[in-house]
């Protein structure tokens, strides 16, 4: 069994830092971290059957979400370089700034090589915010509860990934395409107006 008092040795941690996980900046990037994978996975369906709907083939649709990928996962590894550069904050700002530009410019998409551009571009939006926000909450949670608080931070995605495509469709089939993409810009950029 793990004694507790040995874990508050030396580390400057008290009992009542331990129990203080659920602060407002806390709570901030869970939500923070929420609406941005709701973001994500709201499109998730519903892009694919307007691309198709704009004529895109299933082999284009697949090209197309890659770029995503890739895009993201570039921002993933040069997120942290950029950020002792530029500052944290300004740059999940930006990364919520262009999520919410490209959300919009599909509505404009007419050709595959623009759907890769715009897919692209919000890939490294993504990439850098999702990467950003985790290792900024990481850094406000207790070290004791380090384990904790991440797993609440990624509980988020899960919630997303259930209720996102429900939410994407509901919108879809009862506003029609621009509402869905301007109801998801609308939470991307929400965030830039809010104090992190």
Sequence with gaps: MIDKDSLLEGDGVTPERIS??????????????????MGFDTLLPILSLYLENNGSSEAE??????????????????SVSLAARFGV?????????????????????DTTPSAMIIRFLHGLGFGLASTL???????????VRLGEGMNYLGLGTTVTLAAGPFCGLWLKDNFGYLV?????????????CLEL
């Excluded at 090209?63 to 993933?76: D, E, G, H, P």
């Excluded at 904050?89 to 959300?103: E, N, Q």
């Design 20 to 37: 203080k996980l659920w602060t407002l900046p806390f709570l901030t990037f869970v939500v923070l971290n929420l609406f941005l994978f």
């Design 61 to 78: 649709i697949g090209r197309i979400f890659s770029c995503f990928t890739v895009s993201a996962i570039m921002m993933r590894m040069l």
């Design 89 to 109: 904050l300004g740059l999940i700002r930006l990364g919520l700034l262009v999520c919410g530009g490209a959300v919009i410019a599909y509505w404009w998409v």
């Design 133 to 143: 926000v985790t290792a900024l909450a990481s850094q406000i949670i207790p070290p």
């Design 180 to 192: 869905m993409f301007l109801v998801v810009a609308g939470v991307y950029l929400t965030w830039n």
